[in-house]
């Protein structure tokens, strides 16, 4: 495990780096990348490489952290932006292997941090493969996941097969965005889509209008590209999302009583959250031939109203 001091000597000693790269305990043992540019301010965890905020300059926070996130080795973290990789949900031949893949509880490396010309601050990182992981994930391929801050948070998640046989892939950044109230916010750009509801037995529907929400919702929008919108007038503002090498996005909100049982959402904070993800899921199941390359990319940005 990479301690502080390592990451200083390696990244805190360079004079190109020092001005906008910090790293803190953001509780007992769990560090955290911490970026600020003149445009806005991120922090990611190491575990999972996972963002827990993002704040552009005279915005509020765009990333929802619950309250009662927990932070412990080998646990997922509630809010931010959790990688879901090598698998969407649950495996499809496994039920022993956890949901939504390892990725979001592993260690990862910073491998890489350095400002760009325009002064965004792009940070690369790579997993830290354990034994059971591994053994989840038998196939030779490499993961980069690259978090770029600056006016726009944009995250890449990056993998090659360097089998000598194809394999299949599907993922998500299952990214959680603060709302100022889930029962006024509504989501623009998926008129028109076919979703499958996973709350009426994975039956497929028609999208009609903009997506709002009046309890738990669990979806999958098939055939999306391009932009959607979180429109939230009680923050006053729009949230774009632009998404590349994805054909699915998925909108979960859990309601009230479920987020009751989850232990770690914290007093009505689903009515704060929502998560838009960036996926490669059901129909949009990715298969990579050996030597090809697959890269999902997400592009987030605040507009005020």
């Not at 009662?68 to 959790?82: E, H, L, T, Y």
């Not at 038998?138 to 890449?156: C, D, F, I, K, W």
Request: charged residues 20%; positive net charge; glycine residues 10%.
């Amino acid at each position: 495990m990479t301690t502080i001091d390592e990451l200083k000597r390696r990244f805190i000693a360079n004079p190109a780096s020092a001005d906008f790269l910090s790293f803190t305990e953001i509780a007992p043992g769990f560090i955290a990348v911490q970026v600020a540019t003149p445009f806005s301010k991120c922090t990611v965890a190491l575990q999972g490489a996972h963002v827990t905020s993002w704040q552009p300059q005279g915005h509020k926070p765009v990333i929802w952290l619950s309250s009662q996130a927990k932070f412990a080795p080998g646990k997922s973290i509630r809010g931010g932006v959790p990688l879901c990789w090598p698998w969407f949900g649950p495996h499809t031949t496994e039920a022993g292997y956890p949901g939504h893949g390892f990725a979001r509880t592993i260690p990862w490396s910073l491998f890489d941090a350095r400002k760009l010309p325009d002064g965004r601050v792009r940070l690369e990182f790579k997993p830290e493969m354990n034994d059971a992981a591994l053994a989840q994930w038998p196939h030779a391929s490499t993961v980069r996941y690259n978090v770029t801050v600056g006016q726009e948070l944009v995250v890449a998640l990056v993998t090659r097969n360097n089998d000598s046989a194809p394999f299949q892939l599907s993922q998500a950044l299952h990214t959680y965005f603060t709302v100022g109230d889930i029962g006024q916010t509504s989501i623009a750009g998926l008129a028109g889509c076919t979703y499958i509801d996973r709350l009426a037995g994975d039956k497929r529907k028609k999208q009609k209008g903009a997506v709002t929400f009046n309890g738990e919702t669990d979806r999958v929008y098939l055939g999306t590209t391009g932009c959607c919108g979180i429109i939230d007038p009680v923050l006053k503002r729009t949230i774009l999302i632009t998404s590349t090498g994805s054909r699915s996005t998925v909108v979960w909100n859990p309601g009230a009583a479920k987020a009751a049982k989850m232990g770690d959402f914290g007093r009505q904070g689903e009515n704060r959250m929502v998560c838009v993800e960036t996926a490669n899921a059901a129909d949009d199941v990715i298969t990579l031939a050996p030597g090809e390359t697959h890269r999902m990319t997400a592009q987030y940005r605040t507009i005020k109203s």
